[in-house]
């Protein structure tokens, strides 16, 4: 019992508290600004928090992280740019919200699906995190393959209306992974002697191009000179009653359980658990024909399920110092800044501080209740009030910026031109754009689990099957990959 | 042109890229090219499904690419331009010659608001990226003289 006191007043002293604040504004202001992610705010942040107190720096962390995955959905659904790769999902149901002149309803929801979902995280982590952290150290190389083939499988089945094109989406996702240096033995590979693409594609770089260019030249072939009206955009008056959050609740619990169970995964992160949770709620609807045309159960699930993510994250990061995504990893370097090793002894040793940061994921959480539903949203939700014409060189410029900043290279702006006409005539001809993405972030981390899995079977390939887990996970992709063929099959015999 | 033309031209191309990235992996030593040989025979084959799905299907529907193709290719000609130019001119000094050009070639004809919506904007981004991030931006050539 003392040391929760001890935990709360140190986490509710002034500079704990003034740095979750400022980091939540700051959070939401950088994710909602495409082209800036929380990975870049965070890195750029490390540096800073030498000189800081170890619970002012992680409560700047835990602003940052939780302000900035709400802060994605603000552009998601107002301009069908997600801020953050894990709002990719809030954009199929959120956008649409937004064209029919519910902006300020989606993003009521986003705020309180983002703050539940966080809220449900940092629980998972205060309580089970440590019981659950454990489970982990059953997987072997071969679960982290099949954990990223399930799924690459999922989104590439369930996204998307063609379930062929989204699994060669999938693969195609997969095959660019590959660019640059081999992480085992050095080779580089698709660099055709270019320098910049030794170190491969970067996601952001690619995320950006595919996913804001294409709504950029929507914008520009709808020639809107006029803009919405403030009335349009209904944002004063966008309220979420108690039968609204009735309504929500299963969405919000089933998906706070997929994003804390992805969260606990290394290497899933927060765009796994959106898009299960979405593909999930589409899969429990009576109506899943609405889902991706402006269903509010699809901008909840979508965004409890990211943010239900990421104090899970932390969980294999704080107790075994396997990072379950790049924030996590950022934690862990912020941790190591202050002398503290992250992995089971940093509970036995530092148990106030990891207590405190626990706390500080919970508050942040809450924070964004105040920080963006009232402000942040107000301001950004501003920009639909241009006309869209206005707002095509706008975006670009920003798209621009963004895309520089990442690594000071103009290349990088051809790249993301390029990714924005290919993901523009990829989507006009139905192939969806998610799994490339995803294929981005998972396959590196699939090519190291299956070649680990190779060298300690010395090359046996039924090392990836043996095993219950991962035969249960390679089952279960391959239900998924077969289940598209069996529906298609029933229906032609009914 | 119809979806079941443009599937077939989906899928050959996604076969080509797919055939070329295995031929190209197969040249890599060791086990460095077999997971991309093997995802570009994955890729291939799934683009070969699409064409040979598309040339066994009906005569197709008309699937629109471009909505407006001389928007497009403003839109695209116009950002092409901009980032040649961002080496040139500095980040700066090209996007609000984007912002100021880009909105009347598409029709918007109010010149003030689109001046003052330039210099309100740019500035925000160069309060935002210069001055608080202070992440350096490509500058004028002539800055270096």
């Not at chain 1, 995280?121 to 982990?136: C, D, E, F, K």
Request: with cysteine; glycine share 12%; aromatic share 8%.
């Amino acid at each position: 019992m003392d040391l929760i006191f001890d935990i709360l007043g140190s986490v509710l002293a002034v500079g704990p508290v003034t740095a979750m604040i400022g980091a939540s504004i700051l959070g939401v202001f950088i994710g909602a600004l495409p082209g800036l992610n929380p990975v870049m705010a965070i890195a750029l942040l490390l540096p800073l928090t030498y000189s800081m107190q170890p619970l002012v720096a992680l409560g700047m962390v835990a602003g940052i992280y939780n302000g900035s995955m709400y802060g994605g959905a603000i552009p998601a659904i107002l301009l069908r740019i997600p801020g953050t790769p894990a709002a990719i999902a809030t954009t199929y149901d959120g956008f649409p919200m937004a064209q029919r002149g519910e902006a300020a309803r989606a993003l009521k929801i986003a705020c309180w699906s983002s703050a539940i979902g966080g809220v449900a995280s940092a629980i998972a982590l205060m309580t089970i995190g440590p019981i659950l952290a454990r489970a982990t150290l059953l997987f072997g190389p071969a679960e982290y393959f099949w954990i990223a083939m399930f799924g690459m499988a999922s989104i590439g089945v369930m996204v998307g209306s063609d379930a062929v094109k989204g699994l060669m989406a999938a693969a195609l996702g997969l095959l660019l992974g590959t660019v640059g240096l081999d992480q085992l033995s050095g080779t580089p590979r698709f660099t055709f002697g270019e320098i910049w693409l030794l170190s491969g594609l970067d996601l952001i770089v690619i995320l950006v191009g595919l996913y804001a260019l294409p709504p950029v030249i929507a914008l520009a072939e709808a020639a809107d000179i006029k803009g919405l009206s403030a009335s349009d955009l209904k944002l004063e008056a966008a309220k979420l009653p108690w039968s609204d959050i009735r309504a929500f609740m299963p969405t919000w619990l089933r998906s706070a359980l997929i994003g804390i169970s992805v969260g606990i995964l290394p290497g899933a992160g927060g765009n796994i658990a959106a898009f299960l949770s979405y593909n999930a709620a589409k899969s429990a609807s009576s109506d899943p024909d609405s889902f991706g045309k402006g269903n509010p159960q699809g901008v909840a699930a979508a965004e409890c399920g990211n943010n239900a993510d990421n104090a899970a994250s932390m969980i294999p990061a704080l107790t075994l110092g396997i990072p379950g995504n790049v924030i996590a990893a950022l934690v862990l370097g912020a941790l190591l800044i202050h002398g503290l090793q992250p992995g089971p002894q940093l509970f036995h040793q530092n148990p106030g501080l990891v207590g405190g940061f626990m706390v500080q994921m919970l508050l942040t959480s809450l924070l964004i209740l105040a920080v963006g539903g009232a402000a942040a949203t107000r301001v950004f939700a501003q920009v639909q009030r241009l006309p869209g014409v206005m707002l095509v060189p706008m975006i670009l410029v920003l798209m621009a910026v963004g895309v520089y900043v990442i690594n000071g290279r103009v290349i990088d702006l051809w790249v993301m031109f390029a990714a924005g006409i290919a993901g523009y005539v990829l989507e006009k001809v139905n192939v969806p754009l998610a799994p490339i993405v995803l294929g981005l972030i998972l396959g590196p981390m699939a090519e190291q689990s299956v070649r680990r899995a190779l060298l300690i079977s010395r090359g046996d390939p039924t090392e990836l099957l043996t095993r219950p887990l991962s035969a249960a996970l390679a089952l279960a992709t391959l239900a998924l990959i077969l289940w598209p063929i069996v529906r298609a099959w029933r229906a032609q015999k009914a | 042109m119809t979806d079941r033309r443009q599937d077939i031209v989906l899928g050959g191309v996604f076969a080509a890229i797919g055939i070329s990235a295995a031929v190209i992996a197969a040249g890599y030593p060791g086990a460095s090219g077999v997971y991309p040989m093997a995802l570009g025979c994955v890729v291939a084959a799934l683009g070969l499904l699409v064409l040979g799905r598309a040339v066994l299907s009906g005569p197709g529907k008309p699937r629109i690419l471009i909505d407006h193709g001389p928007r497009v290719a403003i839109t695209l000609g116009t950002a092409a331009a901009y980032l040649g130019l961002v080496p040139v001119l500095g980040f700066y000094l090209a996007s609000a010659l984007l912002v100021v050009l880009l909105p009347p070639a598409l029709g918007f004809r109010r010149p003030v608001f689109v001046l003052v919506n330039a210099a309100v904007f740019v500035g925000i981004v160069w309060l935002v990226f210069s001055i608080v991030l202070e992440k350096p931006l490509p500058t004028p050539f002539w800055s270096a003289y």
